[in-house]
């Protein structure tokens, strides 16, 4: 009888086990959502951001670098604070902005109203739903180094109180503003429209380059973000890196880069240009490489990091004088007389005129200024001779081609194009920055639409001989057709960065030489009318005793406003070592303003010094139309 | 004297001092693993964690074992009242001396350390019944017998419940088990099974449809008896009462949920039946032992690599829910091996049980199978939602010194009557 109980017992036992490792079998093996839950439960991705790479200028200096911001961090639950006002002060706050801060991170706040949103069921002030008091929330962010420095020491009497040091972009000058551009959170379109691409590799709240070198150069840059998996306990503490470190992968720091700009070039250019507005690009001629770029009127780029940053953007975009539209990439002007150089380079080359060919001064059809009655191509350079450059496009565009003189001027205007385009004119110029312009040299079918097909002819459009009318140039284009010039038939395109990881490789096409289609010689010939400009012409405000610099001067109607004054110039006359356009804004002729500017640019650089201190005080003071 | 020693020596049954010394090691292993902290990476030997602690009672219990073995089996026949009283006044005792811990007050606090005596009634309470119905002539079917024994249960169930530990008290239940396989009726067990069943049905199901179910398939019961029987008189009687028995039960749940049952007991009880309706709530504990089990897999993630446990999201994750830790670790295979050396190790006690020459040693022995087997079926039934969460420890693999040596006492007393049988007679 027993027995039968024993077995009784025995198959309980049994059963139980039976049931509990069925049961077991189905949470266990066959039902793997647990597994996603504890997951979820307990492992945090935590993103590990690389050091962004640095930017250096031409001699090492530090253009763009990082620095260690601190977050005070606060934990509600571990916090203890005996005096709150000592707290305060220690904090440099008042008591009702760290009442704020606290409710803050605790509460939700009407966006609107500023007030704590009482819950309407419980009639409590709503909590956040991401609010624990085990979690560190930012109390304070973004300290600088001075500022965490005075509350450094006092920081441990605080418990619950800690730092976190994080990194943010610093520029220990203020110069290049619009060139180095800035970083920001990314935005939600950007987001997307990668996501589209295929690529994750940011999240929201991520920073990346948002303008300027910081945009193009952002893959370089950024580096490779890391992943680590840490695990966290109930209360979201973290517990240690998970499986001891090996699903995580290592962040690989960004590139540094390394800038073609002198600093000590650039920041020159921007002291002589301070307070006016307009544009300074200088360029290597031999290697493209940039050496200064500066668009005025600029902004400290340190405002555009750290806390200050959206409130300062906001500021920056409503101002009037656009401090942040770059304007060597942007700013399209006629080119005024400096285009004479491409006019006669390019009728010299096709045979058109010849290095004695004479036109006279014939002040009919457009003025012109000093005492001469006609000229020769290079007295027509060194006095700038708008008559001579009427009859020299005229001949460009009046070939005898056809009997129709509208179909004559179609057929010359076609010829001539292309030949002005070799010259980087009309052309986007592959600077490697963000967002940079056409200018516009206007085609036969811009002045088809104007003025009606067979409708326009020469005398309609004989302006752009003069490099006026319709057509616009880039200060970048400009300090581009310096450097043809300069190197006698070939440029490489402008560019900022002429090494990437190290000084040695620098982006492909930086090394690729575009040749002008016209013969040396010519470039020669002008090159010595550039000199004279300089010595005895319409640039003498640009003379130097020292360096042989060639020029040419500008001045550009400008239907809105004052004339503007243009320079383009380089030196030294044998193997120039700079190349440099001048533009400014409203400034009037190219030989008062543009020209003594561009000439201390080139001393400053070519010398380190400059001759002539009253011309700097001058240029510095910039009343350049009495 | 020599000569007894020897015998003694041999008739200890090593296989279930084997069994106890892995079964204490392996939990001492995950008491270890469920408070490790892997960013401190502390030693297994740290006194300042639970595992160091554990090491320190089971020294201590080793201590205690050689003590148990070394004392005549007859002084357990003679003092078994003795101590029983001795435990009962203790029980007493910590209701006016005791400190209360989370709504409970059933802890001695001596310093740091704290002794919970409910743990000692369970060996003194079965050293007593033994020792009553050892008797030979004593009868269980008898009035006064039945009366006795109530009584010898119901004391330590009374006081332990007013200490506010119904766990604890759950689990002098098992003496049913016992009291069955000595002769008593089979009847309480089926109805507290039956009532059990019941409880868990009203519950889920809507009560009406309960009664018109059960007094339809009654109905068809009696039908039956009317139709084929002669005698149809006392059956439907027996039916009815059944009935009016069933419905009875149906409709006290409302009142023993919500009137008998303290709140964290009727949470407790819903969280079983629906453990995702309140999940933040009573359901946490369900829910996060079942993920923390449930992300083992087969293999486990392998001893120390447990995320949910460590990490807090199971709660008393050393102590009541350390099946959690087994079940994340080692996976279905942990859980199968610990599952199965318990299962052996029942198998074994009750063949030990059943080869006693004396009837109290017997009895004994049937006390500690179903007092481990109350304990097996309750704190893994829990773990796994298949049982409402009570606070009753994982013999020897929970953490705490009051549970663990109150099971070994329990243990190895029996295994004293067994290496002693040779001296009875």
Same mark, same amino acid.
């Given at each position: 009888?027993?027995?039968?109980?024993?077995?009784?017992?025995?198959?309980?036992?049994?059963?139980?086990?039976?049931?509990?490792?069925?049961?077991?079998?189905?949470?266990?093996?066959?039902?793997?959502?647990?597994?996603?839950?504890?997951?979820?439960?307990?492992?945090?991705?935590?993103?590990?951001?690389?050091?962004?790479?640095?930017?250096?200028?031409?001699?090492?200096?530090?253009?763009?670098?990082?620095?260690?911001?601190?977050?005070?961090?606060?934990?509600?639950?571990?916090?203890?604070?005996?005096?709150?006002?000592?707290?305060?002060?220690?904090?440099?706050?008042?008591?009702?902005?760290?009442?704020?801060?606290?409710?803050?991170?605790?509460?939700?706040?009407?966006?609107?109203?500023?007030?704590?949103?009482?819950?309407?069921?419980?009639?409590?002030?709503?909590?956040?739903?991401?609010?624990?008091?085990?979690?560190?929330?930012?109390?304070?962010?973004?300290?600088?180094?001075?500022?965490?420095?005075?509350?450094?020491?006092?920081?441990?009497?605080?418990?619950?109180?800690?730092?976190?040091?994080?990194?943010?972009?610093?520029?220990?000058?203020?110069?290049?503003?619009?060139?180095?551009?800035?970083?920001?959170?990314?935005?939600?379109?950007?987001?997307?429209?990668?996501?589209?691409?295929?690529?994750?590799?940011?999240?929201?709240?991520?920073? $990346?380059?948002?303008?300027?070198?910081?945009?193009?150069?952002?893959?370089?840059?950024?580096?490779?973000?890391?992943?680590?998996?840490?695990?966290?306990?109930?209360?979201?503490?973290?517990?240690?890196? %998970?499986?001891?470190?090996?699903?995580?992968?290592?962040?690989?720091?960004?590139?540094?880069?390394?800038?073609?700009?002198?600093?000590?070039?650039?920041?020159?250019?921007?002291?002589?240009?301070?307070?006016?507005?307009?544009?300074?690009?200088?360029?290597?001629?031999?290697?493209?490489?940039?050496?200064?770029?500066?668009?005025?009127?600029?902004?400290?780029?340190?405002?555009?990091?750290?806390?200050?940053?959206?409130?300062?953007?906001?500021?920056?975009?409503?101002?009037?004088?656009?401090?942040?539209?770059?304007?060597?990439?942007?700013?399209?002007?006629?080119?005024?007389?400096?285009?004479?150089?491409?006019?006669?380079?390019?009728?010299?080359?096709?045979?058109?005129?010849?290095?004695?060919?004479?036109?006279?001064?014939?002040?009919?059809?457009?003025?012109?200024?000093?005492?001469?009655?006609?000229?020769?191509?290079?007295?027509? $350079?060194?006095?700038?001779?708008?008559? *001579?450059?009427?009859?020299?496009?005229?001949?460009?565009?009046?070939? /005898?081609?056809?009997?129709? *003189?509208?179909?004559?001027?179609?057929?010359?205007?076609?010829?001539?194009?292309?030949?002005?385009?070799?010259?980087?004119?009309?052309?986007?110029?592959?600077?490697?920055?963000?967002?940079? /312009?056409?200018?516009?040299?206007?085609?036969?079918?811009?002045?088809?639409?104007?003025?009606?097909?067979?409708?326009?002819?020469?005398?309609?459009?004989?302006?752009?001989?003069?490099?006026?009318?319709?057509?616009?140039?880039?200060?970048?284009?400009?300090?581009?057709?310096?450097?043809?010039?300069?190197?006698? /038939?070939?440029?490489?395109?402008?560019?900022?960065?002429?090494?990437? /990881?190290?000084?040695?490789?620098?982006?492909?096409? *930086?090394?690729?030489?575009?040749?002008?289609?016209?013969?040396?010689?010519?470039?020669?010939?002008?090159?010595?009318?550039?000199?004279?400009?300089?010595?005895?012409?319409?640039?003498?405000?640009?003379?130097?005793?020292?360096?042989?610099?060639?020029?040419?001067?500008?001045?550009?109607?400008?239907?809105?406003?004052?004339?503007?004054?243009? %320079?383009?110039?380089?030196?030294?006359?044998?193997?120039?070592?700079?190349?440099?356009?001048?533009?400014?804004?409203?400034?009037?002729?190219?030989?008062?303003?543009?020209?003594?500017?561009?000439?201390?640019?080139?001393?400053?650089?070519?010398?380190?010094?400059?001759?002539?201190?009253?011309?700097?005080?001058?240029?510095?003071?910039?009343?350049?139309?009495? | 004297?020599?000569?007894?020693?020897?015998? @003694?020596?041999?008739?200890?049954?090593?296989?279930?001092?084997?069994? @106890?010394?892995?079964?204490?090691?392996?939990?001492?292993?995950?008491?270890?693993?469920?408070?490790?902290?892997?960013?401190?990476?502390?030693?297994?030997?740290?006194?300042?964690?639970?595992?160091?602690?554990?090491?320190?009672?089971?020294?201590?219990?080793?201590?205690?074992?050689?003590?148990?073995?070394?004392?005549?089996?007859?002084?357990?026949?003679?003092?078994?009242?003795?101590?029983?009283?001795?435990?009962?006044?203790?029980?007493?005792?910590?209701?006016?001396?005791?400190?209360?811990?989370?709504?409970?007050?059933?802890?001695?606090?001596?310093?740091?350390?704290?002794?919970?005596?409910?743990?000692?009634?369970?060996?003194?309470?079965?050293?007593?019944?033994?020792?009553?119905?050892?008797?030979?002539?004593?009868?269980?079917?008898?009035?006064?017998?039945?009366?006795?024994?109530?009584?010898?249960?119901?004391?330590?169930?009374?006081?332990?419940?007013?200490?506010?530990?119904?766990?604890?008290?759950?689990?002098?239940?098992?003496?049913?088990?016992?009291?069955?396989?000595?002769?008593?009726?089979?009847?309480?067990?089926?109805?507290?099974?039956?009532?059990?069943?019941?409880?868990?049905?009203?519950?889920?199901?809507?009560?009406?449809?309960?009664?018109?179910? @059960?007094?339809?398939?009654?109905?068809?019961?009696?039908?039956?008896?009317?139709?084929?029987?002669?005698?149809?008189?006392?059956?439907?009687?027996?039916?009815?009462?059944?009935?009016?028995?069933?419905?009875?039960?149906?409709?006290?749940?409302?009142?023993?949920?919500?009137?008998?049952?303290?709140?964290?007991?009727?949470?407790?009880?819903?969280?079983?039946?629906?453990?995702?309706?309140?999940?933040?709530?009573?359901?946490?504990?369900?829910?996060?032992?079942?993920?923390?089990?449930?992300?083992?897999?087969?293999?486990?993630?392998?001893?120390?690599?447990?995320?949910?446990?460590?990490?807090?999201?199971?709660?008393?994750?050393?102590?009541?829910?350390?099946?959690?830790?087994?079940?994340?670790?080692?996976?279905?295979?942990?859980?199968?091996?610990?599952?199965?050396?318990?299962?052996?190790?029942?198998?074994?006690?009750?063949?030990?049980?059943?080869?006693?020459?004396?009837?109290?040693?017997?009895?004994?022995?049937?006390?500690?199978?179903?007092?481990?087997?109350?304990?097996?079926?309750?704190?893994?039934?829990?773990?796994?939602?298949?049982?409402?969460?009570?606070?009753?420890?994982?013999?020897? @693999?929970?953490?705490?010194?009051?549970?663990?040596?109150?099971?070994?006492?329990?243990?190895?007393?029996?295994?004293?009557?067994?290496?002693?049988?040779?001296?009875?007679?």
């Amino acid at each position: 009888m027993r027995e039968n109980k024993i077995r009784t017992i025995q198959f309980a036992i049994l059963l139980v086990a039976v049931v509990y490792l069925i049961k077991l079998l189905f949470i266990q093996v066959l039902n793997s959502d647990y597994q996603t839950k504890a997951f979820t439960n307990a492992i945090k991705r935590v993103t590990v951001y690389p050091h962004r790479g640095t930017i250096k200028d031409r001699k090492d200096r530090i253009l763009v670098s990082n620095t260690p911001v601190f977050d005070i961090i606060y934990t509600p639950r571990k916090t203890k604070i005996d005096d709150t006002l000592a707290f305060c002060e220690v904090f440099g706050l008042t008591k009702s902005e760290f009442i704020a801060k606290i409710n803050e991170i605790k509460y939700e706040i009407d966006k609107k109203t500023g007030q704590i949103v009482i819950d309407k069921k419980t009639g409590k002030k709503k909590i956040k739903d991401t609010y624990s008091s085990f979690k560190p929330n930012v109390f304070m962010g973004q300290l600088t180094a001075q500022e965490f420095a005075l509350i450094q020491d006092r920081l441990v009497d605080y418990p619950g109180f800690e730092v976190q040091a994080r990194s943010v972009r610093m520029y220990p000058h203020k110069s290049m503003a619009n060139a180095l551009g800035y970083i920001g959170e990314i935005g939600k379109e950007k987001l997307d429209k990668l996501a589209e691409q295929g690529n994750f590799t940011y999240k929201p709240g991520d920073y $990346i380059g948002r303008s300027g070198l910081e945009q193009k150069y952002e893959d370089f840059l950024k580096g490779q973000r890391g992943t680590k998996f840490i695990m966290t306990d109930v209360h979201g503490l973290e517990r240690g890196s %998970f499986g001891d470190g090996k699903y995580d992968t290592l962040s690989v720091a960004g590139k540094d880069l390394f800038c073609s700009v002198d600093l000590e070039l650039q920041q020159y250019a921007e002291y002589l240009i301070a307070g006016k507005t307009g544009s300074i690009v200088a360029i290597e001629p031999s290697t493209g490489e940039i050496l200064a770029f500066v668009s005025s009127p600029s902004y400290d780029p340190n405002i555009l990091r750290g806390k200050e940053m959206k409130k300062n953007y906001a500021a920056l975009l409503k101002d009037p004088s656009k401090p942040l539209f770059v304007r060597p990439l942007n700013a399209s002007y006629p080119p005024g007389s400096t285009f004479k150089l491409v006019n006669a380079l390019i009728a010299l080359n096709e045979g058109l005129i010849d290095t004695s060919t004479v036109f006279p001064c014939n002040r009919s059809v457009v003025n012109c200024h000093g005492s001469h009655s006609s000229a020769n191509v290079f007295e027509s $350079i060194r006095v700038s001779c708008n008559p *001579y450059y009427v009859a020299v496009f005229k001949k460009l565009l009046n070939r /005898g081609k056809s009997t129709s *003189y509208f179909r004559d001027t179609e057929i010359g205007f076609d010829l001539w194009r292309p030949a002005v385009e070799q010259f980087g004119i009309g052309q986007r110029l592959d600077v490697d920055l963000p967002s940079v /312009g056409k200018g516009n040299l206007p085609s036969n079918k811009f002045y088809d639409k104007i003025y009606g097909d067979n409708r326009w002819a020469f005398s309609t459009i004989y302006s752009l001989g003069l490099g006026q009318g319709e057509m616009g140039v880039l200060p970048i284009q400009l300090a581009n057709l310096a450097a043809i010039i300069a190197n006698k /038939g070939y440029y490489i395109t402008p560019h900022l960065i002429n090494g990437i /990881g190290d000084r040695r490789h620098r982006l492909k096409k *930086y090394n690729q030489k575009h040749y002008v289609n016209i013969k040396p010689e010519y470039f020669d010939f002008i090159t010595r009318a550039m000199e004279a400009v300089v010595q005895r012409g319409t640039a003498t405000m640009a003379r130097s005793k020292n360096i042989q610099i060639c020029g040419k001067t500008g001045t550009a109607q400008n239907p809105h406003g004052k004339d503007n004054s243009l %320079f383009i110039g380089f030196a030294p006359m044998v193997q120039p070592k700079i190349a440099i356009c001048v533009v400014l804004e409203n400034a009037g002729w190219g030989a008062t303003a543009a020209a003594p500017m561009a000439s201390l640019i080139i001393q400053k650089y070519l010398t380190g010094t400059i001759e002539n201190q009253q011309r700097e005080d001058y240029v510095v003071k910039g009343v350049f139309i009495e | 004297m020599r000569r007894q020693h020897e015998e @003694f020596t041999e008739g200890v049954d090593w296989i279930t001092v084997l069994m @106890f010394v892995v079964l204490a090691f392996l939990g001492w292993c995950n008491i270890y693993a469920a408070v490790y902290d892997p960013s401190l990476k502390q030693s297994i030997l740290d006194f300042s964690i639970n595992s160091g602690k554990q090491l320190l009672w089971l020294g201590c219990a080793t201590v205690l074992i050689i003590f148990l073995m070394l004392i005549d089996y007859k002084f357990y026949d003679a003092f078994a009242y003795v101590i029983y009283g001795l435990v009962m006044l203790t029980l007493v005792a910590v209701l006016i001396f005791g400190r209360e811990v989370a709504g409970s007050k059933s802890w001695f606090e001596v310093g740091s350390f704290r002794i919970q005596p409910a743990e000692f009634a369970k060996f003194s309470t079965a050293l007593a019944v033994s020792r009553y119905l050892g008797d030979i002539s004593i009868r269980i079917d008898q009035k006064k017998t039945q009366m006795v024994l109530a009584g010898l249960v119901g004391l330590p169930v009374a006081l332990i419940m007013l200490q506010g530990d119904t766990g604890s008290a759950m689990v002098f239940c098992t003496f049913f088990i016992v009291f069955y396989l000595e002769g008593l009726t089979p009847l309480p067990i089926i109805m507290g099974l039956i009532s059990g069943f019941l409880l868990i049905l009203a519950l889920l199901v809507e009560k009406i449809y309960l009664v018109i179910g @059960f007094s339809t398939i009654a109905s068809f019961i009696i039908g039956g008896i009317v139709f084929y029987k002669r005698h149809v008189v006392q059956p439907i009687i027996t039916v009815v009462a059944c009935l009016a028995f069933i419905i009875g039960v149906i409709y006290s749940v409302d009142y023993v949920v919500y009137n008998v049952m303290k709140p964290h007991q009727q949470g407790r009880v819903k969280a079983l039946i629906n453990p995702d309706g309140d999940p933040t709530g009573y359901g946490w504990n369900v829910t996060q032992s079942k993920v923390a089990i449930g992300s083992g897999g087969f293999w486990g993630k392998g001893f120390l690599q447990g995320t949910q446990t460590k990490f807090d999201f199971v709660p008393e994750q050393s102590t009541d829910f350390i099946f959690c830790t087994i079940g994340e670790e080692h996976g279905w295979f942990g859980t199968l091996v610990v599952i199965s050396l318990f299962v052996a190790f029942m198998f074994r006690l009750l063949y030990l049980a059943e080869r006693q020459k004396i009837k109290m040693a017997r009895i004994y022995g049937y006390c500690v199978v179903c007092i481990f087997f109350f304990h097996f079926i309750v704190n893994i039934g829990m773990t796994i939602g298949l049982f409402p969460v009570v606070g009753i420890p994982l013999p020897f @693999f929970s953490y705490g010194g009051s549970s663990l040596w109150s099971f070994t006492i329990l243990l190895f007393i029996f295994l004293n009557f067994d290496a002693s049988k040779k001296q009875m007679l």
